[in-house]
Structures are given as C-alpha cells and as structure tokens.
C-alpha cells in the first residue's frame, strides 16, 4: 500500500525556471493539500483540494498554482521559481474534513532554486 | 486566527530519560489537537490524536492530555530511546476552516 506518492524527491532549479510536483495518493481520499517546510516556520499551507475538480489558496499561495483533474492526484507547479521558493514540499491527503482524520503525508520533494 | 506555539529546541536527552514537550494553542471553538513525528529524510505521521477536552491521546508510550483550561497539549514519554530521535509537531485542527495548523515543530535529540 504506497499511501501518498510525491515526485520527484529532490530537484535543482534555477532561478526563473518551471517545473511541476505530482502527489499521488491511493487512498481515494477527497482532500489534498500541499505544504511547504522551512526551519522554524513549521508547514504552512499553500493550496489544497475538497475534491477532484477543485482547489483553494492557502496561507502562502503567492507563486505557486494547483491542480486535481483527477481525484487521486494533485499537482503543484511552479511558474517562474525564485530562491525564496527553496524548501521541503510535502502533499498530505485525508477523507474528509471531520476534525479527528488525520492527514496522510508523502515523504517531501526538496527544492532548491539558484 | 488560529496557532499553535511549541516550546524551541533543540531537546537533547539520555536514553530512559523523561521527555516533556510543550504545546499550547489558540483557537475559535473547539480544536482536535494532534501530534505527528518526523523522522530524518521522511514525511510527517501522526503519533496521537485528541478530539475533546480531557481527552489523553497515546501511541508507542507516548502520552498527551486535551487541557482546555490551559489551551495545552503537552507531550510526554517516560523513558525515551535512541529511536525516537526526530521532530516533532503539535497541531490544531478547525472544525470551522478544515485546515491544519502546525506549530514550528522541535527536534529531539536522545543520546545512548
């Protein structure tokens, strides 16, 4: 059982370039969520999904856009990367937004933008 | 809005020493509280959970009780291991917004 699927694991960028993060889950989970993880700053959320077909801003969405054309997976890209994007990128899924599911996390994307 | 504030580490400790890692939390209403653990090179997963106030969650011996009277969830194990070396993050859950709100994490460090 794969649970939550990120690709790639680790990408170089330089500055200006694009690129896209898939996260995969095969849980048929409805919410997906993408985070990023910065020392002392804990996760903070960018986008994330109710549902295929759907997605919302988060806390920091600025530079990032979002993705779910199919319910099992949701696409993070990266139009013009700029250093400030460098951080640990983690896709997390759950069944529904009752207050006691625990979000599903993949195991990170580290990005680094020079 | 809603946050949650971890004490800072990092925390270094012996193995079988008592570890305490505190928690508190500010919220509209009435938040599931939750702990997750990262270990080195992986993603986060859950350790134990809470939905009500009193509520004890506790998972591999490690224990933390839902304080309404003092927004707290502070997590607590008796004799810890090499093993549980890792991050460790407190988080609220808003039944109003669904979303998940992390605090900064901290990193414990057990030392044979």
């Known amino acids: 059982n794969a649970g939550v699927t990120q690709t790639p694991k680790f990408r170089v960028l330089k500055t200006g370039q694009s690129m896209t993060l898939l996260c995969a889950q095969d849980m048929n989970h409805e919410y997906m969520y993408w985070y990023r993880q910065d020392p002392g700053m804990g996760l903070r959320l960018i986008h994330y999904s109710v549902g295929e077909g759907t997605t919302a801003k988060g806390e920091v969405p600025d530079g990032y856009n979002v993705s779910r054309l199919k319910k099992q997976n949701f696409l993070l890209g990266l139009e013009s990367a700029a250093p400030s994007q460098t951080s640990v990128y983690f896709c997390?899924?759950?069944?529904?937004?009752?207050?006691?599911?625990?979000?599903?996390f993949g195991d990170g994307t580290r990005l680094s933008i020079l | 809005g809603d946050s949650v504030t971890q004490m800072e580490g990092p925390v270094t400790l012996s193995e079988e020493a008592f570890l305490t890692i505190n928690c508190t939390y500010t919220?509209?209403?009435?938040?599931?509280l939750f702990w997750y653990v990262q270990y080195p090179g992986e993603g986060l997963q859950l350790l134990l959970k809470a939905t009500k106030a009193d509520d004890k969650g506790s998972n591999k011996g490690f224990e933390a009780t839902y304080r309404k009277e003092t927004t707290s969830f502070h997590l607590e194990k008796g004799s810890v291991q090499v093993s549980d070396s890792a991050v460790y993050f407190c988080?609220?859950?808003?039944?109003?917004?669904?979303?998940?709100?992390f605090g900064q994490g901290t990193t414990l460090q057990v030392k044979p």
């Open positions: 919220a509209t209403g009435y938040p599931s």
């Open positions: 988080a609220s859950h808003s039944s109003n917004t669904g979303k998940l709100i």
């Open positions: 997390a899924s759950t069944s529904f937004r009752g207050s006691n599911q625990p979000q599903h």
